[in-house]
């Protein structure tokens, strides 16, 4: 992508009613349409969503297609795509827009500053779609489901909430089982390291996103973990 595509898409996510944006980690404030700030921690039903439907989060959306899928899938949930990337959120955002999904939404931040961004319990359901798996052992705690992160989810789930994790990783796969193994405040639903050599348990993972269908043309399987926050 060129560097004019990717400013002129920067500055068109600004104007977006569905987009909110955190730009500075020292200062974990939310703006939304045109750079006004906005709180909206506690509050993304009532005041975003204007309902009371529960909220579901994909992190590391890059560019948002589970989060359109889900809202599609599911009107009557609230469903929220987060990323860093600006440029990739814009697909996700434009998307919804397009299609009149209200129940869909992005917010632009580093996903280990969620927890400044969303009350204890305000969160019911969360989706790690193909993240960076980090494959290097020295960066470990930047897996998004590693300790470090399943404390921050534990700041915004609801006691009861889920977590899945769809990759193609097996690195990631094995070392997410090994963590769950050993953290008392998760409890293991579910895993298979080859979900579409047979029946779907949900329809949830029919969705492919942009980079689980190059896996899949690569030759490779898809993996996906389930997990429940009981703390």
Same mark, same amino acid.
Request: aromatic letters at 12%.
């Given at each position: 992508?060129?560097?004019?595509?990717?400013?002129?898409?920067?500055?068109?996510?600004?104007? $977006? =009613?569905?987009?909110?944006?955190?730009?500075?980690?020292? %200062?974990?404030? /939310? !703006?939304?349409?045109?750079?006004? #700030?906005?709180?909206?921690?506690?509050?993304?039903?009532?005041?975003?969503?204007?309902?009371?439907?529960?909220?579901?989060?994909?992190?590391?959306?890059?560019?948002?297609?589970?989060?359109?899928?889900?809202?599609?899938?599911?009107?009557?949930?609230?469903?929220?795509?987060?990323?860093?990337?600006?440029?990739?959120?814009?697909?996700?955002?434009?998307?919804?827009?397009?299609?009149?999904?209200?129940?869909?939404?992005?917010?632009?931040?580093?996903?280990?500053?969620?927890?400044?961004?969303?009350?204890?319990?305000?969160?019911?359901?969360?989706?790690?779609? $193909? =993240?960076?798996?980090?494959?290097?052992?020295?960066?470990? %705690?930047?897996? /998004? !489901?590693?300790?470090?992160?399943? #404390?921050?989810?534990?700041?915004?789930?609801?006691?009861?909430?889920?977590?899945?994790?769809?990759?193609?990783?097996?690195?990631?796969?094995?070392?997410?089982?090994?963590?769950?193994?050993?953290?008392?405040?998760?409890?293991?639903?579910?895993?298979?390291?080859?979900?579409?050599?047979?029946?779907?348990?949900?329809?949830?993972?029919?969705?492919?996103?942009?980079?689980?269908?190059?896996?899949?043309?690569?030759?490779?399987?898809?993996?996906?973990?389930?997990?429940?926050?009981?703390?």
């Amino acid at each position: 992508m060129s560097r004019r595509n990717k400013l002129q898409k920067f500055a068109e996510v600004l104007s $977006f =009613p569905n987009v909110y944006e955190n730009f500075d980690a020292k %200062n974990p404030v /939310l !703006t939304g349409t045109g750079g006004v #700030e906005v709180d909206l921690k506690g509050k993304w039903a009532q005041q975003h969503f204007s309902n009371d439907n529960p909220i579901t989060l994909e992190l590391a959306c890059g560019k948002g297609d589970y989060t359109p899928g889900l809202a599609r899938q599911f009107p009557e949930r609230n469903f929220i795509g987060v990323d860093i990337k600006g440029a990739r959120i814009w697909r996700g955002a434009k998307t919804a827009l397009e299609e009149g999904l209200t129940n869909a939404a992005f917010l632009r931040t580093r996903i280990e500053l969620i927890a400044h961004f969303f009350e204890k319990g305000e969160v019911s359901e969360i989706w790690i779609t $193909f =993240p960076d798996p980090f494959l290097r052992k020295s960066k470990a %705690n930047r897996r /998004l !489901t590693s300790d470090h992160f399943l #404390e921050q989810y534990k700041r915004i789930l609801a006691n009861g909430g889920l977590v899945h994790l769809k990759t193609d990783e097996p690195n990631l796969y094995d070392f997410t089982l090994e963590v769950l193994a050993e953290n008392k405040d998760y409890t293991l639903l579910y895993h298979d390291d080859d979900i579409y050599s047979k029946a779907l348990p949900m329809p949830e993972l029919e969705l492919k996103t942009f980079y689980e269908k190059q896996h899949l043309a690569a030759g490779k399987t898809i993996k996906y973990i389930r997990f429940r926050l009981d703390n």
